[in-house]
């Protein structure tokens, strides 16, 4: 299936579309021999289903997608159901999934940007773009990016891993890019930070839309440069070097950090 982007339909609308349906964080989808899909339909989702906003997306192979907010009070449907993104990895097709976290990142930056944030005002939708507008001071607010970068370290044949609270499985390391810094230097920081290591030969290796909520992952290599291994106890409660044949549980095969190990696996194994 095709996805073509846009923020307003450059001809009329009409007929069933595609419906990215959620409420709250979880999609609704129909299962069908153990895959996932999005319900096509004309006038909404489903029947009984109130529709408390509406985001045209643009067209999936050439017929119109939308996504919405939407309350399942008392909604009962044989074969829908209500699943989390993170659950629908691998159930949905890949480019299904990545039109989902298209709209639950603009279904999030509409929720939060009702009002105005330098004067309170109530905004409005600015119709040519993606965008909230304030009609009393002139605040143009557009969907949140937060950008994140993800590196893998590598030492000879070894990996840096490491694992953060809660979690069971080990992964590399990543943090949020701050004021004032370039991605290099965000990265370098957060291996400081975190497991008390320098890197060099940092290199770029792609990106990734991480919709939880609204995250642009950027990735990179880089090599070990100097330092032992000294975890920070807060963001990082183990970290350690491994190699292709003894490496911990690993991350989703959705993710990039997934793409990161895989690289290292492929070129050392």
Known sequence: MVFLPESAPTRQVEGAAYWFAFCRDALLVCMQAGKAVVPFAAGGPAPGLAIARKIYLGRLDDHPCYAADVSHDGFVSPGL????????????????????????Q???WDRTHQYCGRCGARTEIKADEYARCCPACGLVSYPRISPAVIGVITRDDQILLARRPGLKFYSVLAGFVEPGENLEECLRREVREEVGVEIKNINYFGSQSWPF?????????????GGEINVDGVETVDAGWYTVD?????????????RLVNWFVERFR
């Open 106 to 108: 603009l279904l999030h």
């Open 81 to 104: 159901a209500f699943l989390g993104l993170r659950k629908l990895s691998g159930l949905l097709e890949e480019n299904i999934y990545q039109v989902a976290g298209r709209a639950s």
């Open 213 to 225: 909520p609204h995250s642009l992952m950027i990735a990179f290599t880089a090599e070990h440069a």
């Open 246 to 258: 003894n490496l911990p549980a690993l991350p989703d095969p959705v993710s990039i950090a997934w």
